[in-house]
């Protein structure tokens, strides 16, 4: 009886798990946890002046931009696994560091690298640039199992003007509006950073605009306003006369191509937006 009892039991427990009837298995799984459904949202856009809303990366993917300053510590998570780029607004950055074990930071133009080590320990990075006076950043670098970081180090306005200078140019002396935007844009239109400015990417996107394409390629970060740089490409057989009107947008206070404003299919010029924080929620 007891025999019976045990052989009926089993025999309900596996109908109730898989079917063999007609050949084929069915089985019971559980339903989808919430926590896989948060993991294909979709990804964050980002405005653009003169663009709109444009594409973005995922969170964890997006750069950072860190507001920093001689009067606080700023914390930082960055990838355990991979280098991590560090923008700063000086031309000859270094780092001062004590924890040679835990991190290792290289240096090319005016980004530092840092890898993180296997300890998995939290580093103090405190870093300046070439000149004696220029100010220091307090950094606290967290490593963490994610994709390697872009920082973007943005000084606060005062301590900008103190730091960052370059040997083959720097800002005017005076600080005449019209003259210090000048001096912005002939720099990022020679492929240098100004002043006080730090390098950061752009989504990879583009935007239909009449008769061309625009695709964003860098921002300059500075204290007051940033620098946006786009790649132009014309669309049309027959020359196309831009017009600065067309980037125009709340918030944006100069605009500016380089080489040429006149385009036809297949080539390419850039535009250089200096937008006020405000057009993109800074």
């Known amino acids: 009886m007891k025999s019976s009892a045990i052989a009926l039991i089993v025999l309900v427990s596996l109908q109730a798990t898989v079917a063999v009837a007609d050949g084929t298995a069915n089985y019971n799984l ?11 949202k979709p990804v964050e856009a980002q405005p653009l002046p ?4 444009m594409p973005g990366n995922k969170e964890e993917s997006r750069t950072q931009v860190v507001r920093v300053g001689t009067d606080r510590n700023e914390v930082v998570y960055v990838s355990s696994l991979l280098p991590n780029r560090i923008s700063t607004p000086f031309a000859e950055p270094r ?16 980004s530092l690298y840092a890898t ?7 580093v103090a990075a405190y870093i300046t640039g070439a000149n004696p006076n220029d100010p220091v950043i307090s950094l606290t670098l967290v490593p963490k199992e994610m994709p390697p970081q872009t920082i973007v180090l943005q000084l606060d306005k005062a301590q900008a003007e103190t730091g960052g200078k370059s040997e083959s140019g720097s800002a005017p002396d005076n600080n005449v509006y019209t003259d210090h935007i000048r001096y912005c844009l002939r720099e990022v239109a020679l492929g240098k950073t100004p002043e006080g400015f730090s390098e950061g ?3 990879s996107a583009a935007a239909n605009i009449g008769n061309v394409i625009a695709y964003p390629k860098v921002r300059y970060s500075g204290p007051e306003y940033d620098i946006y740089r786009y790649t132009i490409l014309g669309t049309t057989p027959n020359d196309v006369d831009l017009d600065e009107g067309t980037f125009y947008s709340e918030g944006v206070r100069a605009v500016s191509f380089f080489p040429t404003a006149t385009l036809r299919n297949g080539k390419t010029t850039e535009v250089f937006i200096v937008s006020d924080k405000s057009a993109t929620g800074d």
């Open 95 to 110: 780092s001062i560091d004590q924890q040679a074990d835990d991190v290792e930071f290289s240096v090319v133009g005016q």
């Open 30 to 40: 559980p339903p989808v946890p919430k926590t896989v459904e948060k993991r294909t």
């Open 116 to 122: 993180m080590k296997p300890t998995g320990k939290p």
């Open 201 to 203: 990417t752009l989504p």
């Open 50 to 53: 003169g663009l709109g809303l």
